[in-house]
């Protein structure tokens, strides 16, 4: 075929006479059709216009230009913006989740320190024998047990009392002063409880070994106090003992406290420890009390103990939801009764949760943590800007995570008729909220008029509540104190700030403190958790042994200046 030029453009010549159409060289078929040629004589001449385009390539018929050509180019265009941000995004996604490694923390020599864990254990079991309960009502007291442990204290740990001052304040709880060689420095204090729970008459039957034996078997402690709180008390009097037996002196004095009615709140205990510090004009550095523990298996995919040092404790207040209908006799109830008010009152409450989420304190223990879970774990968590929101709602369908992301909101108590064919004209609900250190008491209460307050349904408050503590700095020198300590021991462990769900002394102690810590250096697997304030509370001995050795450790790096 003989070259065509048309406009400028040269074609490959015809490929269909009979329907008057060439092609290019780039396959596109157009229609021919004649027109007047101006630029010569003016003969009529054979001319080509692109009225059709077919790309003999796809063999699908094309606009050559136009409107059709420009959106099809429009649209393409767009796909392929959306597939290079996709890219990116993933991309973005994966490289954060690589750089989410575990931050690289001063190398530390694992401790082997010499101590005699059998003589910590025969302590703790005889400690256990003592029972020094804190009972629900005050008439139920027993003062003989609570002053026979203090003499037992006195008679088992000689040495401690012959260095140190001892106060006794609100009768039972001990106060002991380890003078320091440097009478400037702050102090700080170490604190345990040694009061403990009933054990319900129901549940005795239960216990492998009776709650108040302190059996040794099979290198077990068994009993009411072995994991709360009594061997905090007995290991950090064993410790002081085996400091003193090798000579040291602390450089900043050293407050040990021991109080005897935590489990009530501690208002006859370390509230007057507190009291009396303050009187004494003594601002501390730090303290340390109860709180968590070296948790074994507690977080998915994580091999390596989790040391949780909380920084903070959640308040608490309590409140009673107070539904109302006419009484009467139980063969002619109303269409709407107190006590079915009462219900829908406390579905929707839960149904309607205070807001929380993973920020602040929450996000930080999360943060600290998953960087040593598996690569999947790692994509989710370094990238909360996109799985946030996934995250958040799976968290609080899980008990434990839906305590770490907010305040909790707990039924607890009901009460309606006392006789099963009255009505009652008022049913009451006692909940228990457990307040986030981003909540406050106010917000708790005026988000629960919000949600269930009307003309049938009455919000009352008891007491006045107890807010959320304030936030320690895990960066200051006692948090590092007490994380070099665990890692001198317990060798390669994550150590990350925690929140307390529960209560401590601490409420009290932190009146006094610049920086409060709560943490229990002993291990704890999720079936260990289960004897708090439960059936067959337990330690191992080794485990108390450790717990021993770093209390040794925390001493003499939180001594030091």
Same mark, same amino acid.
């Given at each position: 075929?003989?070259?065509?030029?048309?406009?400028?453009?040269?074609?490959?010549?015809?490929?269909?006479?009979?329907?008057?159409?060439?092609?290019?060289? =780039?396959?596109?078929?157009?229609?021919?059709?004649?027109?007047?040629?101006?630029?010569?004589?003016?003969?009529?001449?054979?001319?080509?216009?692109?009225?059709?385009?077919?790309?003999?390539?796809?063999? *699908?018929?094309?606009?050559?230009?136009?409107?059709?050509?420009?959106?099809?180019?429009?649209?393409?265009?767009?796909?392929?913006? &959306?597939?290079?941000?996709?890219?990116?995004?993933?991309?973005?996604?994966?490289?954060?989740?690589?750089?989410?490694?575990?931050?690289?923390?001063?190398?530390?020599?694992?401790?082997?320190?010499?101590?005699?864990?059998?003589?910590?254990?025969?302590?703790?079991? *005889?400690?256990?024998?003592?029972?020094?309960?804190?009972?629900?009502?005050?008439?139920?007291?027993?003062?003989?047990?609570?002053?026979?442990?203090?003499?037992?204290?006195?008679?088992?740990?000689?040495?401690?009392?012959?260095?140190?001052?001892?106060?006794?304040?609100?009768?039972?709880?001990?106060?002991?002063?380890?003078?320091?060689?440097?009478? $400037?420095?702050?102090?700080?204090?170490? =604190?345990?409880?040694?009061?403990?729970?009933?054990?319900?008459?129901?549940?005795?039957?239960?216990?492998?070994?009776?709650?108040?034996?302190?059996?040794?078997?099979?290198?077990?402690?068994?009993?009411?106090?072995?994991?709360?709180?009594?061997?905090?008390?007995?290991?950090?009097?064993?410790?002081?003992?085996?400091?003193?037996?090798?000579?040291?002196?602390? !450089?900043?004095?050293?407050?040990?406290?021991?109080?005897?009615?935590?489990?009530?709140?501690?208002?006859?205990?370390?509230?007057?420890?507190?009291?009396?510090? *303050?009187?004494?004009?003594?601002?501390?550095?730090?303290?340390?009390?109860?709180?968590?523990?070296?948790?074994?298996?507690?977080?998915?995919?994580?091999?390596?103990?989790?040391?949780?040092?909380?920084?903070?404790?959640?308040?608490?207040?309590?409140?009673?939801?107070?539904?109302?209908?006419?009484?009467?006799?139980?063969?002619?109830?109303?269409?709407? =009764?107190?006590?079915?008010?009462?219900?829908?009152?406390?579905?929707?409450? *839960?149904?309607?949760?205070?807001?929380?989420?993973?920020?602040?304190?929450?996000?930080?223990?999360?943060?600290?943590?998953?960087?040593?879970?598996?690569?999947?774990?790692?994509?989710?968590?370094?990238?909360?800007?996109?799985?946030?929101?996934?995250?958040?709602?799976?968290?609080?369908?899980?008990?434990?995570?839906?305590?770490?992301?907010?305040?909790?909101?707990?039924?607890?108590?009901?009460?309606?008729?006392?006789? =099963?064919?009255?009505?009652?004209?008022?049913?009451?609900?006692?909940?228990?909220?457990?307040?986030?250190?981003?909540?406050?008491?106010?917000?708790?209460?005026?988000?629960?008029?919000?949600?269930? !307050?009307? !003309?049938?349904?009455?919000?009352?408050?008891?007491?006045?509540?107890?807010?959320?503590?304030?936030?320690?700095?895990?960066?200051?020198?006692?948090?590092?104190?007490?994380?070099?300590?665990?890692?001198?021991?317990?060798?390669?462990? &994550?150590?990350?700030?925690?929140?307390?769900?529960?209560?401590?002394?601490?409420?009290?102690?932190?009146?006094?403190?610049?920086?409060?810590?709560?943490?229990?250096?002993?291990?704890? $697997?999720?079936?260990?958790?289960?004897?708090?304030?439960?059936?067959?509370?337990?330690?191992?001995?080794?485990?108390?042994?450790?717990?021993?050795?770093?209390?040794?450790?925390?001493?003499?790096?939180?001594?030091?200046?």
């Amino acid at each position: 075929m003989d070259p065509i030029n048309y406009d400028g453009r040269r074609f490959i010549g015809v490929a269909n006479s009979a329907n008057g159409e060439v092609s290019d060289r =780039t396959g596109f078929r157009y229609r021919l059709r004649e027109r007047a040629n101006t630029r010569s004589t003016g003969r009529r001449a054979p001319a080509y216009s692109r009225e059709l385009a077919v790309d003999e390539r796809r063999r *699908e018929p094309q606009t050559v230009s136009g409107r059709g050509s420009g959106m099809d180019t429009l649209k393409r265009n767009r796909w392929r913006a &959306v597939v290079v941000v996709l890219a990116l995004v993933i991309s973005v996604i994966l490289v954060r989740a690589w750089l989410h490694q575990p931050q690289s923390p001063e190398a530390i020599s694992q401790l082997e320190i010499d101590f005699d864990d059998g003589v910590a254990a025969r302590h703790l079991s *005889e400690a256990v024998r003592f029972q020094t309960v804190s009972p629900e009502n005050a008439s139920d007291f027993k003062p003989e047990e609570f002053l026979g442990f203090i003499d037992w204290l006195r008679a088992s740990y000689r040495q401690v009392h012959e260095k140190m001052d001892l106060q006794l304040l609100g009768d039972y709880t001990l106060l002991y002063r380890w003078r320091g060689r440097d009478s $400037t420095a702050m102090p700080i204090l170490l =604190t345990g409880h040694y009061d403990v729970v009933p054990v319900s008459p129901a549940t005795q039957d239960q216990w492998s070994h009776p709650a108040f034996d302190g059996a040794v078997v099979d290198g077990i402690i068994w009993g009411r106090g072995t994991q709360d709180d009594k061997s905090a008390v007995i290991a950090i009097m064993e410790a002081a003992t085996a400091l003193i037996q090798s000579g040291f002196v602390p !450089e900043r004095t050293i407050y040990l406290s021991f109080g005897h009615d935590e489990e009530n709140g501690g208002n006859d205990g370390a509230a007057k420890v507190a009291d009396y510090l *303050e009187g004494q004009d003594v601002r501390l550095e730090w303290s340390l009390d109860e709180g968590s523990f070296l948790f074994d298996g507690l977080f998915p995919g994580v091999d390596p103990l989790v040391a949780s040092i909380n920084v903070a404790e959640k308040g608490s207040v309590t409140l009673e939801l107070v539904a109302k209908a006419p009484g009467g006799h139980s063969s002619m109830p109303p269409t709407e =009764t107190a006590v079915g008010r009462l219900s829908a009152a406390i579905v929707k409450l *839960e149904d309607h949760p205070i807001p929380g989420g993973l920020t602040g304190l929450s996000r930080q223990v999360f943060d600290s943590v998953s960087r040593y879970m598996p690569f999947g774990y790692k994509v989710v968590f370094a990238n909360l800007w996109v799985f946030g929101g996934v995250i958040e709602k799976q968290m609080t369908d899980l008990t434990f995570g839906n305590a770490i992301l907010g305040t909790t909101i707990a039924p607890t108590m009901l009460s309606a008729s006392e006789k =099963t064919n009255v009505l009652p004209s008022e049913a009451i609900a006692v909940v228990n909220f457990r307040i986030h250190p981003r909540d406050s008491v106010e917000r708790v209460l005026t988000h629960v008029r919000s949600v269930v !307050e009307s !003309e049938y349904v009455e919000v009352r408050q008891r007491g006045s509540g107890r807010p959320a503590s304030a936030v320690s700095e895990w960066n200051s020198p006692g948090y590092i104190a007490i994380a070099r300590a665990v890692r001198q021991i317990y060798g390669d462990v &994550v150590v990350t700030p925690g929140l307390m769900i529960a209560g401590s002394d601490t409420r009290h102690y932190g009146r006094v403190a610049d920086n409060s810590f709560r943490f229990n250096p002993m291990v704890q $697997t999720m079936e260990d958790l289960s004897g708090f304030h439960g059936i067959n509370e337990k330690i191992s001995v080794d485990n108390l042994g450790r717990g021993v050795r770093t209390y040794m450790q925390i001493i003499r790096e939180g001594s030091n200046l």
